[in-house]
């Protein structure tokens, strides 16, 4: 069955940096459209980055841009986010997605499989 696996989070001082992994598995990753979205308490969850099949274009949200960077290796069925120079508004629990179309509306009610989202916690 479809999973997909997040790691990589945890506690940082603001200005820190962390690169979070998810692992995929269950279907053809390389014909799947990648995403990370992440759910602050009491907020919605809300849209980070995306990256297309062939890792050929990205978006990112403007609240992390020029400090986080979505990537993917399809070799290792992998998608990554490096994030750097950290604030405490990046604090959330971070997830992956993914969908068999790429496009520039990234509502999380377009993506069927997500993963169990991985802890982001920076301090100021």
């Known amino acids: 069955q479809v999973q997909l696996v997040e790691s990589g989070g945890g506690l940082v001082q603001a200005g820190g940096s962390l690169r979070l992994s998810c692992a995929a598995s269950?279907?053809?990753?390389?014909?799947?459209?990648m995403s990370w979205f992440r759910q602050a308490r009491g907020k919605e969850r809300e849209f980070v980055a995306t990256?297309?099949?062939?890792?050929?274009?990205?978006y990112h949200a403007d609240s992390v841009k020029g400090r986080f960077t979505i990537s993917r290796a399809n070799a290792k069925d992998t998608v990554y986010l490096q994030m750097t120079n950290l604030k405490p508004e990046d604090t959330a629990v971070y997830y992956c997605?993914?969908?068999?179309?790429?496009?520039?509306?990234?509502?999380?009610?377009?993506?069927?499989?997500w993963g169990q989202g991985t802890q982001v916690t920076v301090s100021s």
């Open positions: 997605a993914a969908r068999q179309t790429f496009g520039v509306v990234q509502s999380p009610s377009t993506y069927p499989y």
């Open positions: 269950g279907f053809t990753f390389s014909k799947s459209s």
């Open positions: 990256i297309s099949m062939s890792a050929g274009t990205t």
